[in-house]
């Protein structure tokens, strides 16, 4: 079972940056690819972006590319997602997943572990 806790949302001025952290309770780095992924209201969760297991390669949705950067740190057991250039359609609730495979996926139901979200806003 892996446990995951989001934090570092919050709200924004457009044009602003926030990080997000993703805290894994058991070390995921051998076996667990990692995503993020939000959801807006009324709205479906989407796929972000997503970081194979050693960080060696990532995929990003087309909205975020170019602004948004997942990272991890596998000697902490954390995911990150620096999200620069925030615009207001970036207002979600942000969540983390884990993916057991080495393969980058991103479909919802691909991943196993979820966190509870952290939400984030932006205003302009």
């Known amino acids: 079972q892996v446990q995951l806790v989001e934090s570092g949302g919050g709200l924004v001025q457009a044009g602003g940056s926030l990080r997000l952290t993703c805290a894994a309770s058991?070390?995921?780095?051998?076996?667990?690819?990692m995503g993020w992924f939000r959801q807006a209201p009324g709205k479906e969760r989407e796929f972000i972006a997503a970081?194979?297991?050693?960080?060696?390669?990532?995929y990003y949705a087309d909205s975020v590319k170019g602004r948004f950067t997942i990272t991890r740190d596998n000697a902490k057991n954390t995911l990150y997602l620096q999200m620069n250039s925030l615009r207001r359609e970036d207002t979600a609730v942000y969540y983390c997943a884990a993916d057991y495979g080495v393969a980058l996926r991103i479909g919802v139901r691909n991943y196993d572990y979820w966190g509870q979200g952290t939400q984030v806003t932006v205003s302009s």
């Open positions: 058991v070390r995921t780095a051998a076996s667990y690819a």
């Open positions: 970081i194979n297991y050693n960080g060696g390669s990532t």
